[in-house]
């Protein structure tokens, strides 16, 4: 019996109709002669309003806490998935995290997990066949529940298709598979057949939501093939596996935009050896994650630094630079806020030297202005207003021609 790992995002599992739909869906993979483990998200809108009620308590509610009530929204789903294929005449059961043997690191709100304790899920997936598992969530070293970030119901189960050793891992969500960019932002965008791991990890790093980069990290580096498809019809989706050179779609293949994204800028630091060193330390002890990091040339011998990161963590990041700031000799922390990342990728463009020019000219016929820019071998990202992202999305899609 093939063992098969199927994931259902928030917006396949919204309602009881849907409930039931997928629990016939993930019969039938059963009927096919499979073991089926589905690993569930929350229903619909639910993570969002359990932070939104934590944030009518506090700005910045306690880390351990927050992951204890995130964690709630993937309980339910697997409940009443549990409960919806039972109703249909078929075995089924719902484990947690924890359960299911999850073990994470002990970073709350973004933990990683570290390993997976399979014996009691191998056990129940003998004893049932279809084995239902809460995503999102593990167990960390102190014996705590830990989330692994926004969206990371998609790591639990490569992770767990990794550790299975599984024949397929099917990401089910609200679109039909991968897209040039996010098909809300342009309807007509062009489906992707394939994509590299690679790519597809820039691509998500950089912001689009349909798979969460840990997802791809983990299934690169184990050799998992991931299909992404939608639950809502049983169309052939997107199959992320190992670059194929002969399908290289273009130069660019996607485009990538993210509103969750912040400046911080310190100002008027002493151009001496050692305070980037300093300002980064300290950001890295409390485990920011920057993205792009500039420095102005130095006036009066001082330098301003800015940087960006999370929304989350740029708050994080200005508390702990402030508490320094006496010792960094820095004058004044900033954060500017209504900012969007925009993003292209492509493998093709590490033999093409125009692509910059290319996609600053298509801003610039926009009257896009742009605030940063960072490089790598096969990105190029922008900062925008956000006001200005999804013109810009549109912009770059017309230039690269990927409608
Ligand atoms: P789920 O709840 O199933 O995990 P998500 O909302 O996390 O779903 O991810 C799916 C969403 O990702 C889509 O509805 C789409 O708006 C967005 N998205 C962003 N970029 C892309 C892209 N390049 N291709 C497909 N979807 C994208
Ligand atoms: N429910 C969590 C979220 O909304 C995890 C997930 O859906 O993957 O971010
Ligand atoms: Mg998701």
Do not use: W
């Not at 304790?117 to 014996?143: M, P, T, W």
Request: proline share 2%; charged share 20%.
């Amino acid at each position: 019996m093939s063992i098969i790992v199927q994931k259902y995002g928030g917006s396949s599992l919204a309602d009881i109709d849907k409930i039931m739909r997928v629990a016939n869906r993930i019969i039938d993979a059963k009927k096919q002669g499979n073991k089926v483990i589905a690993i569930v998200s929350a229903m619909g809108k639910t993570t969002d309003n359990l932070v939104t009620l934590a944030n009518q308590i506090s700005k910045n509610p306690p880390k351990r806490e927050m992951d204890r009530l995130l964690s709630t929204g993937e309980e339910i789903s697997m409940s009443l998935l549990a409960m919806a294929i039972q109703s249909l005449g078929e075995n089924a059961i719902s484990l947690t995290g924890p359960q299911a043997g999850i073990m994470t690191d002990s970073i709350h709100n973004k933990a990683k997990i570290i390993n997976i304790v399979s014996d009691r899920l191998l056990k129940e997936l003998e004893n049932y066949n279809i084995v239902i598992i809460a995503g999102f969530q593990g167990l960390n070293e102190n014996n705590d529940i830990a989330t692994l970030g926004r969206g990371g119901s998609d790591t639990s189960a490569v992770s767990i298709a990794a550790a299975l050793n599984a024949d397929l891992c099917e990401i089910f969500t609200d679109v039909d598979g991968v897209y040039a960019c996010d098909p809300r932002i342009v309807p007509n965008i062009k489906k992707l057949t394939a994509i590299s791991y690679d790519e597809m990890l820039e691509l998500a790093n950089l912001g689009a939501k349909v798979l969460h980069p840990r997802s791809v990290e983990v299934a690169k580096t184990h050799g998992v093939t991931i299909h992404v498809r939608s639950s809502f019809n049983h169309n052939i989706g997107t199959i992320v596996k190992e670059e194929n050179k002969m399908e290289h779609n273009g130069l660019i293949t996607g485009i990538a935009h993210d509103f969750n994204v912040a400046k911080v800028v310190v100002f008027g630091i002493p151009d001496i050896p050692g305070t980037a060193a300093n300002v980064f330390r300290e950001l890295a002890k409390s485990n920011i994650n920057i993205q792009m990091i500039v420095q102005s040339s130095q006036i009066n011998n001082k330098n301003d630094i800015a940087f960006t990161c999370s929304l989350s963590d740029a708050r994080d990041a200005k508390n702990i630079l402030e508490n320094i700031a006496k010792e960094l000799g820095a004058e004044n922390i900033l954060i500017e806020e209504n900012l969007a990342k925009v993003s292209i990728v492509g493998a093709g463009m590490m033999t093409h030297s125009n692509i910059a020019s290319q996609m600053f000219e298509a801003l610039a016929k926009s009257d896009i202005n742009i605030d940063m820019i960072s490089t790598s071998e096969i990105t190029i990202s922008v900062i925008v207003d956000s006001s200005q992202c999804e013109k810009a999305v549109k912009a770059l899609a017309e230039e690269f021609k990927l409608v």
